[in-house]
């Protein structure tokens, strides 16, 4: 099993940057794939970020793709969502997730964290 806690969200004004973090604990926490979420009120949880089976490339919901960029520190087992850019679209509840398949951890991952909530304000 593998815990993740989320930091770094809070509240923005558009066009600002912010920096969410994700960290695993548990054993065997480093095999998991991770990948980010997020929830705007109303609306369906929806896949934001992510990496490739091979875990070399990363993939991303079109309405992010250039302004999102998604990394790992595996030393730290730590996965970062650098968002740039924010539109007022973009304020949502932010979930990293994890599974030990790569095609579930983007799809439907095992494991959430407790979310962090995004605002972004114009």
């Known amino acids: 099993q593998v815990q993740l806690v989320e930091s770094g969200g809070g509240v923005v004004q558009v066009g600002t940057s912010l920096r969410l973090s994700c960290a695993a604990s548990g054993r065997n926490s480093g095999r998991y794939t991770m990948a980010w979420f997020r929830q705007a009120p109303g609306k369906e949880r929806e896949f934001v970020a992510g990496f490739s089976m091979n875990g070399q490339e990363t993939a991303y919901r079109h309405s992010v793709k250039g302004r999102f960029t998604i990394s790992k520190d595996s030393a730290k087992n730590t996965v970062y969502l650098q968002m740039n850019s924010l539109k007022p679209e973009d304020t949502a509840v932010y979930y990293c997730?994890?599974?030990?398949?790569?095609?579930?951890?983007?799809?439907?991952?095992?494991?959430w964290g407790q979310g962090t909530q995004v605002i972004v304000s114009s």
């Open positions: 997730a994890a599974d030990t398949n790569v095609i579930a951890a983007a799809t439907t991952p095992r494991y």
